[in-house]
């Protein structure tokens, strides 16, 4: 059967690199070519006058149906890729869990069957919780099953927090197999005496779950980590960094010239401590919590000088009152959410929606405000996060040979952000209201429509594992 042709026609391509009008004929699933004048015979034209085209958004950092506080992240495999096509997103990778006393690929078995539901394209990364007999031995298995990353916690006492020899040591193996550590940088031992004390002195409101997880952890843990990482010669991929502290600790480990990078997400340039002693401050509780507008500004600046390689969502969604379900697809869900923490901080499921926010969220009000330029959007939030991942030039970016995920986007669209408008499988958006300038109309994963406008093509099961090349440190 021949290949399918398309042929997107008068847009202006915006890469990491370059801002040119130019066409792009897709043949298949792959660029076939880009320029002008292209030789586009039998190819279906799609019209992009006065629209921007740049590549499928990766998304670095999800949490899809991850068990948490006796409840799960209400977006599955299949709910929150679907969301994040919507939000210009074709590829995202997701955190397998290890279970204590399990081994790694078990937990990866058990995530390969659950994530055979994506409707876009997806890769792991392996969470190292638990260093029991023979851990360390399957950590050469990851690359070779295509999962060359994988996370420790210095935080989560007595339940995913590895201690600094393991870390260390995890560490060595990255260094001689090579994979990509990537590390959750908050102190463990701190945060536990804090809440301990907060508790006893009737503190349980959901401010308490940022006071009692101070910026300073973040930073000494950060610092240990690049520590440890250069003591092992291993690269280091800082996740979600929330402060001027972290983020320094990160720009000097850069400027020594050690494989160090960092990545932040959109909560934490917008959001701050404020907005948890709201009456609904629960819908802002993460981990690390959200900080200062102080740091917030840090961060907009770490993003423009390159001290910060990405920006990942750590979608991690709950309902904010999981007693009352919301329809989706049709059909009435609740699952119980952040309602379980009402009374208590510490119970408060952590984590937020975002995997549909983060590209027109950072187009608005990134490169819309001047923040940073529509090259740096493109890196930041797609060929970045390719390159380090070991996807790259697969995915992150427009030349000839990479798979056709393709974004148009409409600069002059304005929109106001609604949950119930949205495709996050829960009951609230943390942007509700705010107006987007710029969204995402036509998506396409692989040379396929999958998102029109408001209408959904893609499918179940119409996502591929991408297993993740050798890491290539920024
Ligand atoms: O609060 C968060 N971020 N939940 C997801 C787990 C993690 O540590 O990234
Ligand atoms: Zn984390
Ligand atoms: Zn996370």
Not at 427 to 440: A, C, F, K, R, T
């Amino acid at each position: 059967m021949a290949q399918e042709k398309l042929l997107i026609r008068g847009g202006t391509l915006i890469t990491a690199a370059d801002t040119v009008p130019a066409d792009i004929l897709i043949e298949g699933e792959k660029i076939k070519a880009i320029g002008s004048g292209l030789d586009a015979r039998g190819a279906k034209v799609v019209d992009a006058k006065e629209r921007v085209v740049m590549p499928g958004g990766v998304d670095p950092h999800v949490h899809l149906d991850l068990p948490m506080f006796g409840t799960v992240s209400s977006d599955d495999h299949y709910t929150g890729p679907k969301a994040a096509a919507f939000g210009g997103t074709t590829t995202v990778m997701d955190f397998v869990p290890q279970e204590p006393g399990h081994s790694l690929l078990s937990g990866l078995r058990a995530w390969q069957e659950k994530a055979s539901r994506s409707p876009i394209d997806f890769g792991f990364h392996m969470n190292v919780t638990w260093l029991g007999e023979g851990i360390l031995d399957e950590l050469p298995r990851l690359r070779e099953e295509g999962v060359p990353s994988f996370k420790v916690f210095t935080a989560y006492n007595g339940r995913m927090r590895l201690q600094d020899g393991e870390i260390f040591q995890v560490f060595q193996a990255a260094a001689r197999f090579g994979l990509m550590p990537m590390l959750h940088a908050e102190n463990g031992d701190v945060i536990d005496l804090l809440v301990a004390q907060a508790l006893a002195e009737g503190k349980t409101s959901p401010e308490w779950h940022a006071l009692t997880r101070p910026a300073w952890g973040e930073v000494e843990a950060t610092t240990r980590g690049i520590a440890l990482a250069a003591m092992a010669g291993s690269p280091l991929y800082v996740v979600h960094v929330t402060c001027e502290g972290a983020l320094r600790a990160i720009r000097e480990a850069r400027e020594r010239r050690l494989p160090v990078m960092g990545e932040t997400c959109p909560q934490y340039l917008f959001f701050s401590i404020h907005e948890l002693t709201r009456p609904d401050g629960a819908k802002w509780v993460c981990s690390p919590p959200v900080r200062s507008p102080e740091d917030n500004q840090a961060l907009w600046q770490g993003l423009r000088q390159q001290w910060i390689q990405s920006v990942g969502t750590d979608h991690c969604p709950f309902f904010f009152d999981g007693t009352q379900p919301i329809v989706y697809e049709g059909r009435k869900v609740a699952i119980p959410g952040k309602e379980l923490g009402q009374g208590d901080f510490t119970k408060i499921p952590n984590g937020l929606p975002g995997i549909e926010d983060r590209l027109p969220i950072l187009w608005t009000y990134g490169v819309g405000q001047g923040r940073i330029s529509a090259n740096q959007f493109v890196a930041l939030t797609s060929t970045n996060p390719a390159r380090v991942f070991g996807l790259y030039p697969r995915k992150g970016t427009l030349q000839p040979g990479s798979d056709a995920d393709i974004v148009i986007w409409n600069p002059s669209t304005r929109r106001r952000v609604l949950a119930r408008e949205g495709h996050q499988r829960t009951d609230y958006n943390l942007y509700e209201e705010w107006e987007l300038v710029g969204v995402p109309e036509k998506v396409f994963l692989r040379g396929r429509l999958i998102v029109d406008g408001k209408q959904w093509l893609g499918r179940r099961g119409g996502g591929v594992f991408l297993p993740g090349g050798g890491p290539q440190p920024l």
